[in-house]
């Protein structure tokens, strides 16, 4: 199926868009792919935004950045990025805690209160679904204490039972809270075992909340959590 074309005003927004998420030079070629016109194209639109005074800075055949000065309308949505929010917020209702679905709802009726009547519909009545919630009746612990931990970069003392029924208690460093279709897991780094681990939440049958700050800055955690992850991938590639 071929691709709608976009209007010109919605490509400028798009263009604007693709510069504002890339830290690095964006040349007309990449654009052009992207949003699927010529390079002749893009070129024009590029001179039509600097002469509306955004700030784009470039040139042809080295690439164009967008000025970290500049800002939009944080609610001028395109449909696709309309039915990207609705879909996010479906699962996040589905399969999050009971806070975190009840605020995605509320992202959704704050957002339908505010957009064009045009696309109302995207909202109402949108063309895509998430999958089935997870059953989280097994959870004993709430969620929201371990986002609160991340957060303030806070110690979290987890007493865990394993797959094999073995209870232990674990002091840790929160780092992540994932979600699957079927399960949480809180990422962290463990003392015991001084090495990152993942704790199902089904698994932890009660948390307590330290008075004591973890052992570095949350960013340089996740840094760390990060390599760890990517080596543990390719580790998993190789056999």
């Known amino acids: 199926m071929i691709a709608k074309p976009l209007r010109s005003t919605d490509r400028l927004f798009q263009i604007i868009q693709i510069l504002r998420r890339s830290s690095r030079p964006i040349t007309a070629r990449a654009l052009a792919g992207e949003l699927e ?126 797959q094999r029924g073995t209870l232990t208690e674990r002091t840790v460093w929160p780092v992540v809270l994932g979600y699957s279709d079927t399960t949480r897991v809180l990422i962290a780094w463990c003392e015991l075992r001084q090495d990152f681990r993942h704790f199902r939440t089904d698994r932890i049958t009660a948390v307590e909340k330290l008075d004591e700050r973890t052992g570095e800055p949350y960013h340089r955690l996740l840094r760390r959590w990060e390599i760890w992850r990517a080596s543990e991938l390719a580790r998993l590639k190789s056999h």
Do not use: N
């Open 37 to 162: 016109v010529s390079t002749r194209t893009i070129y024009r639109d590029i001179a039509h935004l600097m002469g509306q005074r955004v700030p784009v800075s470039g040139e042809a055949g080295v690439g164009y950045v967008l000025g970290s000065g500049y800002d939009m309308p944080p609610l001028a949505l395109t449909p696709v990025e309309i039915e990207a929010i609705v879909l996010g917020a479906q699962w996040v209702a589905a399969h999050g805690d009971e806070m975190l679905a009840r605020t995605a709802l509320d992202v959704l009726a704050k957002i339908a209160a505010v957009v064009p009547e045009r696309l109302q519909p995207f909202i109402i009545a949108p063309s895509t679904a998430a999958k089935l919630p997870l059953d989280a009746s097994e959870d004993t612990v709430d969620a929201a204490d371990f986002r609160s931990a991340i957060r303030k970069e806070m110690k979290l003392r987890l007493h865990y039972c394993d």
